[in-house]
């Protein structure tokens, strides 16, 4: 059964990508698992370029794909991009240079050629939990903090 509903959530996520549904991120749940796990970081400047970084502890063989969805507040959907493997680690560089934007959204999605299917970040019931962030002026960040401090 579980073989089945992960075909079913893979045929959704793709219908999403070629028509634009509404529906992505898609609705899970999914497994929750330690095998796919992402830190987002608490700041994203809007003047660098930001990693966001998937851990993925599966054996390479197994993977059939590793994407992460991002939209923007410029964007109207999400668009898919393929993960770079970098030092055991898969990566997408954001640079909000080449794409301008004051809030970024942001997911990934993992799957196996077993048709398994993984999300991340996950909430304690395996929804998807989209990583949402304002972009930040570096100067304006790093006043406030030491505003913060005295």
């Given at each position: ?23 992505i991120?898609?609705k ?5 698992t ?15 370029p ?6 993925v ?6 993977i ?33 240079l ?12 993992v ?23 304002t ?16």
């Open positions: 059964m579980g073989n089945t509903r992960s075909r079913i959530l893979y045929i959704n996520l793709l219908f999403g990508l070629v028509y634009g549904a509404d529906d991120p898609p899970g749940p999914f497994p929750i330690p095998k796919v796990f992402h830190h987002p970081d608490e700041v994203v400047f809007n003047s660098r930001y990693n966001m970084d998937l851990f502890d599966f054996d390479e063989s197994e059939a794909s590793a994407s992460v969805f991002i939209k923007t507040d410029a964007m109207d959907n999400y668009t898919e991009y393929p993960l770079d493997i970098i030092r055991a680690r898969y990566r997408h560089q954001f640079s909000p080449f794409t301008p934007a004051k809030a970024i959204e942001y997911f990934f999605v799957s196996l050629h077993n048709h398994a299917i993984y999300a991340a970040p996950l909430d304690k019931n395996g929804y998807i939990n989209i990583v949402k962030r972009l930040e002026d570096p100067a304006e960040y790093f006043k406030r903090r030491l505003a913060q401090r005295r």
